[in-house]
Protein backbone atom coordinates (compact mmCIF):
# COMPACT_ATOMS: atom_id res chain seq x y z
CA UNK A 1 0.00 0.00 0.00
CA UNK A 2 0.79 3.37 -1.16
CA UNK A 3 1.05 6.20 1.48
CA UNK A 4 -0.86 9.23 0.69
CA UNK A 5 0.64 11.94 3.11
CA UNK A 6 -0.87 14.97 2.15
CA UNK A 7 -4.73 16.40 1.11
CA UNK A 8 -3.30 16.93 -2.71
CA UNK A 9 -2.09 13.50 -3.05
CA UNK A 10 -5.57 11.95 -1.89
CA UNK A 11 -7.38 14.22 -3.89
CA UNK A 12 -5.26 13.38 -6.88
CA UNK A 13 -5.40 9.64 -6.49
CA UNK A 14 -9.28 9.06 -6.05
CA UNK A 15 -9.69 11.41 -9.17
CA UNK A 16 -8.55 9.02 -11.41
CA UNK A 17 -10.70 6.72 -14.14
CA UNK A 18 -9.77 3.64 -12.09
CA UNK A 19 -11.42 2.50 -9.03
CA UNK A 20 -8.70 2.72 -5.89
CA UNK A 21 -8.59 1.25 -2.39
CA UNK A 22 -7.48 3.51 0.56
CA UNK A 23 -7.48 2.15 4.15
CA UNK A 24 -7.45 4.57 6.39
CA UNK A 25 -5.51 3.82 9.70
CA UNK A 26 -3.60 5.73 12.82
CA UNK A 27 -0.26 4.50 14.47
CA UNK A 28 -2.07 3.98 17.52
CA UNK A 29 -5.30 1.57 16.90
CA UNK A 30 -4.81 -1.92 17.89
CA UNK A 31 -7.24 -2.93 15.12
CA UNK A 32 -5.10 -1.30 12.29
CA UNK A 33 -2.04 -3.83 13.23
CA UNK A 34 -4.19 -6.61 13.30
CA UNK A 35 -5.82 -6.05 10.36
CA UNK A 36 -2.35 -5.92 9.09
CA UNK A 37 -1.35 -9.08 9.84
CA UNK A 38 -4.28 -10.78 7.43
CA UNK A 39 -4.72 -8.38 4.88
CA UNK A 40 -1.32 -8.92 2.70
CA UNK A 41 -3.27 -11.83 0.78
CA UNK A 42 -6.25 -10.06 0.27
CA UNK A 43 -4.23 -7.45 -1.31
CA UNK A 44 -2.68 -9.87 -3.47
CA UNK A 45 -6.53 -10.87 -4.86
CA UNK A 46 -7.45 -7.35 -5.21
CA UNK A 47 -3.34 -6.24 -7.33
CA UNK A 48 -5.60 -5.33 -10.39
CA UNK A 49 -6.25 -2.25 -7.86
CA UNK A 50 -3.99 0.04 -6.23
CA UNK A 51 -3.93 0.38 -2.26
CA UNK A 52 -3.02 3.55 -0.42
CA UNK A 53 -3.48 4.18 2.90
CA UNK A 54 -3.88 7.24 4.97
CA UNK A 55 -2.69 8.21 8.62
CA UNK A 56 -5.87 9.49 9.58
CA UNK A 57 -4.23 10.98 12.35
CA UNK A 58 -1.94 13.55 9.58
CA UNK A 59 -4.76 13.81 7.49
CA UNK A 60 -7.52 14.79 9.97
CA UNK A 61 -9.85 16.81 7.71
CA UNK A 62 -9.42 14.02 4.60
CA UNK A 63 -10.94 11.56 7.43
CA UNK A 64 -13.18 13.90 8.92
CA UNK A 65 -14.74 14.85 4.74
CA UNK A 66 -15.14 11.08 4.40
CA UNK A 67 -16.98 10.38 7.34
CA UNK A 68 -14.26 8.36 8.70
CA UNK A 69 -15.19 8.12 12.05
CA UNK A 70 -13.68 4.75 13.30
CA UNK A 71 -10.36 2.97 11.89
CA UNK A 72 -9.24 0.91 10.29
CA UNK A 73 -12.22 1.79 7.35
CA UNK A 74 -11.34 0.69 3.64
CA UNK A 75 -12.87 3.21 1.10
CA UNK A 76 -13.49 3.01 -2.51
CA UNK A 77 -13.20 5.55 -4.83
CA UNK A 78 -13.01 6.82 -9.01
CA UNK A 79 -13.51 9.86 -10.46
CA UNK A 80 -13.29 11.68 -6.86
CA UNK A 81 -16.40 10.08 -6.22
CA UNK A 82 -16.74 7.23 -2.69
CA UNK A 83 -18.26 4.38 -4.26
CA UNK A 84 -18.10 2.12 -1.18
CA UNK A 85 -17.03 2.52 3.02
CA UNK A 86 -16.36 -0.36 4.83
CA UNK A 87 -16.97 0.76 8.30
CA UNK A 88 -14.43 0.06 11.07
CA UNK A 89 -17.04 -1.95 13.15
CA UNK A 90 -17.35 -4.23 10.12
CA UNK A 91 -13.80 -4.72 9.01
CA UNK A 92 -12.61 -6.91 11.87
CA UNK A 93 -11.94 -9.99 9.73
CA UNK A 94 -10.89 -11.20 6.43
CA UNK A 95 -13.85 -13.01 5.32
CA UNK A 96 -15.64 -9.62 5.90
CA UNK A 97 -12.92 -7.54 4.02
CA UNK A 98 -13.14 -9.72 0.77
CA UNK A 99 -17.08 -9.80 1.07
CA UNK A 100 -17.18 -5.34 0.84
CA UNK A 101 -14.57 -5.91 -1.80
CA UNK A 102 -16.41 -8.66 -4.31
CA UNK A 103 -19.60 -7.10 -3.81
CA UNK A 104 -17.74 -3.57 -4.39
CA UNK A 105 -15.66 -4.39 -7.32
CA UNK A 106 -17.59 -7.40 -9.08
CA UNK A 107 -20.58 -5.59 -9.64
Known sequence: MKPLNTKDEFTQTIN???PVIVKFEADWCPDCKAMDMWIDPIVEKYNDYEWYVVNRDELEDVASENDVMGIPSILVFQNGDKLAHLHSAN????EQVEDFLAETLNS
Not at 91 to 94: L, Q, R
Open 91 to 94: AKSP
Open 16 to 18: GDQ
